[in-house]
Nanobody
Framework: QVQLVESGGGLVQTGGSLRLSCAAS????????MGWFRQAPGKERDFVAG????????TYADSVKGRFTISRDNAKNTVTLQMNSLKPEDTAVYYC?????????????????WGQGTQVTVSS
């Protein structure tokens, strides 16, 4: 079992920045690739960013490429999503997820554990 707890969400104006963190506990963090997903009201949960076990390989949704950065600290069992140049369309609940593989996936069903989510609201 892996427990994931997100933090760092909030309300920000267009063009602003937020830094989301996900703290993992339970099983060995370095057994898991990590991902961030988001879900806007009335929409499906979508992939945002993923990072492999070592942290050397990352992947992003086209909609956030160049604005968001995912990173991980294996010594602290944390994964972070730095979000810059935020837009109103980035408004959503953001979820951290763990996949028991070396590389992340863009598919929800590939992930074994999920956090409870943190709300990000970008005002225009």
């Amino acid at each position: 079992q892996v427990q994931l707890v997100e933090s760092g969400g909030g309300l920000v104006q267009t063009g602003g920045s937020l830094r989301l963190s996900c703290a993992a506990s339970g099983r060995t963090f370095t057994n898991y690739a990590m991902g961030w997903f988001r879900q806007a009201p009335g929409k499906e949960r979508d992939f945002v960013a993923g990072i492999n076990v070592s942290g050397a390989s990352t992947t992003y949704a086209d909609s956030v490429k160049g604005r968001f950065t995912i990173s991980r600290d294996n010594a602290k069992n944390t994964v972070t999503l730095q979000m810059n140049s935020l837009k109103p369309e980035d408004t959503a609940v953001y979820y951290c997820a763990a996949r028991r593989m070396y590389y992340p996936s863009r598919e929800l069903k590939e992930y074994n554990y999920w956090g409870q989510g943190t709300q990000v609201t970008v005002s225009s």
